[in-house]
Protein backbone atom coordinates (compact mmCIF):
# COMPACT_ATOMS: atom_id res chain seq x y z
CA UNK A 1 0.00 0.00 0.00
CA UNK A 2 1.29 3.57 -0.74
CA UNK A 3 0.88 6.25 2.01
CA UNK A 4 1.16 9.26 2.67
CA UNK A 5 1.52 11.01 5.93
CA UNK A 6 0.04 14.96 6.99
CA UNK A 7 1.25 16.05 10.60
CA UNK A 8 2.73 20.08 11.23
CA UNK A 9 4.83 18.56 13.83
CA UNK A 10 8.36 16.97 12.52
CA UNK A 11 8.68 14.72 15.70
CA UNK A 12 4.62 13.11 14.54
CA UNK A 13 6.14 12.55 10.84
CA UNK A 14 9.35 10.62 12.20
CA UNK A 15 7.07 8.41 14.12
CA UNK A 16 4.62 7.31 11.91
CA UNK A 17 7.40 6.86 9.12
CA UNK A 18 9.61 4.81 11.59
CA UNK A 19 6.40 2.80 12.77
CA UNK A 20 5.06 2.14 9.10
CA UNK A 21 8.78 0.48 8.49
CA UNK A 22 7.72 -1.90 10.65
CA UNK A 23 4.52 -2.89 8.77
CA UNK A 24 5.62 -4.86 5.14
CA UNK A 25 2.49 -4.03 3.10
CA UNK A 26 2.97 0.16 3.67
CA UNK A 27 5.29 2.22 1.70
CA UNK A 28 5.57 5.63 3.20
CA UNK A 29 6.00 7.66 -0.32
CA UNK A 30 6.20 11.26 1.40
CA UNK A 31 5.64 13.29 4.71
CA UNK A 32 4.08 16.46 4.65
CA UNK A 33 4.05 19.27 7.21
CA UNK A 34 2.22 21.53 4.80
CA UNK A 35 -1.54 19.95 3.82
CA UNK A 36 -1.34 21.83 0.41
CA UNK A 37 1.87 20.16 -0.83
CA UNK A 38 0.59 17.12 -0.05
CA UNK A 39 -2.80 17.96 -2.18
CA UNK A 40 -0.68 18.89 -5.46
CA UNK A 41 1.23 15.22 -4.26
CA UNK A 42 -2.27 13.34 -4.40
CA UNK A 43 -3.43 14.59 -7.67
CA UNK A 44 -0.36 13.22 -9.20
CA UNK A 45 0.57 10.23 -7.33
CA UNK A 46 -1.68 7.04 -6.21
CA UNK A 47 -2.41 6.88 -2.51
CA UNK A 48 -3.67 4.09 -0.93
CA UNK A 49 -3.57 4.79 2.33
CA UNK A 50 -3.59 8.75 4.32
CA UNK A 51 -2.50 9.20 7.85
CA UNK A 52 -3.57 12.36 8.83
CA UNK A 53 -3.72 14.98 11.80
CA UNK A 54 -6.80 16.81 12.48
CA UNK A 55 -5.45 19.82 13.81
CA UNK A 56 -2.86 21.45 11.55
CA UNK A 57 -2.79 25.29 11.45
CA UNK A 58 -3.98 26.42 7.83
CA UNK A 59 -6.43 23.73 7.31
CA UNK A 60 -7.81 21.03 9.57
CA UNK A 61 -7.68 17.16 8.37
CA UNK A 62 -11.14 17.20 8.27
CA UNK A 63 -11.45 19.95 6.18
CA UNK A 64 -8.91 18.77 3.65
CA UNK A 65 -11.03 15.47 3.26
CA UNK A 66 -13.51 17.45 2.17
CA UNK A 67 -11.83 18.65 -0.69
CA UNK A 68 -10.25 15.58 -2.09
CA UNK A 69 -12.58 14.50 -4.63
CA UNK A 70 -11.30 10.41 -4.18
CA UNK A 71 -9.94 10.29 -0.72
CA UNK A 72 -8.06 6.76 0.45
CA UNK A 73 -8.42 5.29 2.86
CA UNK A 74 -7.52 7.01 6.64
CA UNK A 75 -6.10 6.65 9.63
CA UNK A 76 -6.30 9.86 11.87
CA UNK A 77 -3.66 10.74 14.04
CA UNK A 78 -4.60 13.24 16.75
CA UNK A 79 -3.67 14.41 20.29
CA UNK A 80 -7.29 15.31 20.50
CA UNK A 81 -10.18 12.80 21.37
CA UNK A 82 -13.16 15.12 20.69
CA UNK A 83 -13.21 14.45 16.66
CA UNK A 84 -13.42 10.90 16.94
CA UNK A 85 -17.17 10.79 16.39
CA UNK A 86 -17.09 13.00 13.67
CA UNK A 87 -14.30 10.94 11.75
CA UNK A 88 -16.39 8.42 11.16
CA UNK A 89 -18.44 10.86 8.99
CA UNK A 90 -15.15 10.41 6.45
CA UNK A 91 -15.45 6.49 7.10
CA UNK A 92 -12.04 6.66 8.87
CA UNK A 93 -10.39 3.16 9.33
CA UNK A 94 -9.26 4.25 12.55
CA UNK A 95 -8.58 6.88 15.02
CA UNK A 96 -5.04 7.02 16.58
CA UNK A 97 -4.52 9.28 19.36
CA UNK A 98 -1.17 10.70 20.34
CA UNK A 99 1.10 9.44 22.02
CA UNK A 100 0.38 5.96 20.88
CA UNK A 101 2.55 2.72 20.77
CA UNK A 102 3.38 0.73 18.31
CA UNK A 103 1.15 -2.22 18.76
CA UNK A 104 -1.58 -0.16 18.51
CA UNK A 105 0.03 1.28 15.21
CA UNK A 106 0.39 -1.55 13.56
CA UNK A 107 -2.98 -2.61 14.46
CA UNK A 108 -4.46 0.15 12.67
CA UNK A 109 -2.50 -0.40 9.67
CA UNK A 110 -3.85 -4.23 9.94
CA UNK A 111 -6.92 -3.13 9.48
CA UNK A 112 -5.84 -0.68 7.06
CA UNK A 113 -4.66 -3.49 4.57
CA UNK A 114 -8.05 -5.62 5.10
CA UNK A 115 -9.78 -2.98 3.82
CA UNK A 116 -7.88 -2.70 0.87
CA UNK A 117 -7.96 -6.07 0.17
CA UNK A 118 -11.61 -6.12 0.44
CA UNK A 119 -11.67 -3.28 -1.66
CA UNK A 120 -9.70 -4.69 -4.80
CA UNK A 121 -12.41 -7.75 -4.15
CA UNK A 122 -14.76 -5.47 -4.08
CA UNK A 123 -14.26 -4.17 -7.75
CA UNK A 124 -13.25 -7.25 -9.16
CA UNK A 125 -17.21 -8.81 -7.60
CA UNK A 126 -18.74 -6.46 -9.56
CA UNK A 127 -18.53 -8.56 -12.41
CA UNK A 128 -21.07 -10.66 -10.37
CA UNK A 129 -24.28 -8.96 -10.39
CA UNK A 130 -26.13 -12.13 -8.58
CA UNK A 131 -24.62 -12.45 -5.63
CA UNK A 132 -21.40 -11.14 -3.00
CA UNK A 133 -19.70 -12.51 -0.23
CA UNK A 134 -20.11 -11.16 2.90
CA UNK A 135 -17.92 -11.36 6.12
CA UNK A 136 -19.20 -12.22 8.61
CA UNK A 137 -17.14 -12.66 12.11
CA UNK A 138 -15.04 -15.60 10.67
CA UNK A 139 -17.60 -16.71 7.53
CA UNK A 140 -17.77 -15.22 4.29
CA UNK A 141 -21.50 -15.69 3.73
CA UNK A 142 -22.97 -15.79 0.06
CA UNK A 143 -25.70 -13.01 -0.19
CA UNK A 144 -27.70 -13.12 -3.45
CA UNK A 145 -28.57 -9.21 -4.51
CA UNK A 146 -31.64 -9.55 -4.88
CA UNK A 147 -32.44 -10.01 -1.34
CA UNK A 148 -30.76 -7.67 -0.29
CA UNK A 149 -33.20 -4.71 0.89
CA UNK A 150 -30.94 -1.85 2.44
CA UNK A 151 -27.61 -1.58 4.52
CA UNK A 152 -27.01 0.51 7.87
CA UNK A 153 -24.30 1.89 9.54
CA UNK A 154 -23.48 0.80 13.08
CA UNK A 155 -20.42 1.52 14.47
CA UNK A 156 -17.56 -0.34 13.16
CA UNK A 157 -20.07 -2.41 11.42
CA UNK A 158 -22.44 -2.61 8.26
CA UNK A 159 -25.52 -4.01 8.56
CA UNK A 160 -27.38 -6.38 5.38
CA UNK A 161 -30.62 -6.40 5.78
CA UNK A 162 -31.85 -8.81 3.89
CA UNK A 163 -35.63 -10.74 3.34
CA UNK A 164 -34.60 -13.46 6.21
CA UNK A 165 -31.76 -12.29 7.92
CA UNK A 166 -29.25 -9.52 8.88
CA UNK A 167 -25.70 -9.82 8.55
CA UNK A 168 -23.34 -7.70 10.37
CA UNK A 169 -19.82 -7.21 8.62
CA UNK A 170 -16.92 -5.21 10.05
CA UNK A 171 -16.59 -2.54 7.00
CA UNK A 172 -17.12 1.20 6.30
CA UNK A 173 -20.12 2.12 4.36
CA UNK A 174 -17.71 3.30 1.74
CA UNK A 175 -16.28 -0.08 1.34
CA UNK A 176 -20.26 -1.37 1.52
CA UNK A 177 -20.85 1.36 -1.27
CA UNK A 178 -18.04 -0.18 -3.60
CA UNK A 179 -18.97 -3.80 -3.87
CA UNK A 180 -22.65 -3.21 -5.15
CA UNK A 181 -23.44 -2.21 -8.89
CA UNK A 182 -24.36 1.37 -9.05
CA UNK A 183 -27.34 0.62 -11.38
CA UNK A 184 -29.26 -1.88 -8.39
CA UNK A 185 -27.95 -0.04 -5.18
CA UNK A 186 -27.41 3.62 -3.96
CA UNK A 187 -26.63 5.66 -1.10
CA UNK A 188 -28.99 8.19 0.31
CA UNK A 189 -27.57 9.00 3.80
CA UNK A 190 -24.34 8.68 5.59
CA UNK A 191 -25.77 5.33 7.19
CA UNK A 192 -27.71 3.96 4.93
CA UNK A 193 -27.85 2.28 0.91
CA UNK A 194 -31.11 0.84 0.12
CA UNK A 195 -32.13 -1.58 -3.47
CA UNK A 196 -33.67 0.86 -5.90
CA UNK A 197 -35.91 -2.18 -6.79
CA UNK A 198 -37.20 -1.93 -3.43
CA UNK A 199 -38.37 1.09 -2.77
CA UNK A 200 -42.28 1.57 -2.36
CA UNK A 201 -42.41 4.98 -2.49
CA UNK A 202 -40.63 8.40 -1.65
CA UNK A 203 -40.41 11.42 -1.00
CA UNK A 204 -37.87 14.40 -0.47
CA UNK A 205 -37.49 13.61 2.83
CA UNK A 206 -37.32 9.45 3.00
CA UNK A 207 -37.96 6.27 1.00
CA UNK A 208 -39.92 3.23 2.30
CA UNK A 209 -37.71 0.11 1.21
CA UNK A 210 -40.38 -2.65 1.66
CA UNK A 211 -42.04 -1.31 5.07
CA UNK A 212 -38.91 0.64 6.12
CA UNK A 213 -39.00 3.75 6.71
CA UNK A 214 -35.50 4.91 5.77
CA UNK A 215 -34.32 9.24 5.99
CA UNK A 216 -32.61 10.54 3.02
CA UNK A 217 -29.28 12.78 4.25
CA UNK A 218 -29.26 16.58 3.57
CA UNK A 219 -26.17 16.12 1.26
CA UNK A 220 -27.91 13.87 -0.88
CA UNK A 221 -30.76 14.11 -3.51
CA UNK A 222 -33.61 12.38 -5.05
CA UNK A 223 -32.08 13.31 -8.99
CA UNK A 224 -28.85 11.90 -7.98
CA UNK A 225 -30.32 8.60 -6.99
CA UNK A 226 -32.17 8.11 -10.21
CA UNK A 227 -34.85 6.26 -8.44
Not at 9 to 19: C, G, S
Not at 97 to 119: E, G, I, Q, V, Y
Not at 199 to 225: F, K, M, Q
Request: glycine residues 4%; hydrophobic residues 45%.
Amino acid sequence: MNAIVIDDEPKALDIVRVFAEKASFIKVQGTFQDAFEALDYMQKEPIDLLFLDIKMPDISGLEFLKIVSTPPLVIFTTAYSEHAVQSYDFDAVDYLLKPFALARFLKACTKAHDAFKLRLTSVASLSNTESIFVKNGYEQIRVQLDDILYLEAGGNYVVFITKTQKIASRMTMSEAEKTLPTERFARIHRSYIIAKDKVDRYDRYEVCVSGHLIPIGANYTLDTLAI
